[in-house]
């Protein structure tokens, strides 16, 4: 069964401070890979899709790669600012097309 | 202005109650999906539908039933045989097949009170 974690689960940075987010998942035979941000109370937003025959995506400030082999993805965020501060979920769709959703990691960019 | 709405934005629901929860999109989108979020917790599949007048269970479908008569509306009923609906309910949809981005809503707070 595929299992979605997410590390740290809460993090606070100063402003402009890169950082990285990471995201693991248990069964390497996904099709693609997605995150999202969330604000409280709110739905979530797309970020970024990998899909499975690729490494990474990047859109302004993020990046995210992909290592399906280990299982594993990161999402970078340079130069942070306090309208980062969100949570960020990603999410595995796999071969039953079924989205899996990890538990999300809780950003707070301080001014 | 295309994109999903879920109403209402709070609802309150009294034990023993049914309740419905609406979805509406007008993405053109086939596919649709309803999300439990709880506290701590990623999001849960409850139900979804590739295709009008059809539907699928997803991991936790137990206490919820749905319909998908029109390819806009999947609407969601929370029954009285759900024993802990307290939760925030996530509705999403996505063009069919694979790597295809999901678009949710604004999501809907359920509390049993």
């Known amino acids: 069964k595929q299992e979605v974690t997410q590390i740290p689960a809460a993090l606070s940075v100063p402003e402009g401070e890169n950082l990285v987010l990471n995201c693991s998942f248990t069964d390497s035979a996904i099709y693609n890979l997605q995150w999202f941000r969330q604000d409280p109370g709110k739905g979530l937003t797309s970020l970024l899709l990998?899909?499975?025959?690729?490494r990474e995506q990047t859109s302004g400030r993020l990046n995210a790669s992909l290592d399906k082999s280990s299982g594993r993805s990161t999402l970078y965020i340079a130069a942070s600012q306090p309208g980062d501060s969100a949570t960020y979920l990603c999410?595995?769709?796999?071969?039953?097309?079924?989205?899996?959703f990890g538990a999300g990691t809780r950003l707070f960019v301080k001014a | 202005d295309g994109g999903i709405t879920q109403s209402p934005k709070y609802l309150f629901r009294k034990e023993g109650q049914n309740v419905t929860l609406s979805c509406e999109q007008n993405?053109?989108?086939?596919?649709m999906y309803w999300y439990r979020q709880d506290p701590g917790q990623g999001l849960r599949l409850i139900y979804y539908s590739q295709i009008v007048n059809d539907f699928q269970k997803g991991d936790i479908a137990e206490g919820y039933s749905v319909s998908r008569e029109k390819k806009e509306s999947f609407p969601l009923t929370v029954t009285s045989a759900q024993k802990n609906p307290t939760a925030f309910y996530l509705c999403?949809?996505?063009?069919?097949?694979?790597?295809?981005?999901?678009?949710f809503g604004q999501g809907t707070r359920l509390t049993v009170v």
């Open positions: 999403a949809s996505s063009p069919p097949g694979v790597n295809t981005e999901a678009f």
């Open positions: 999410a595995v769709q796999d071969g039953g097309f079924k989205t899996i």
């Open positions: 993405l053109n989108h086939d596919a």
């Open positions: 990998i899909q499975s025959s690729q």
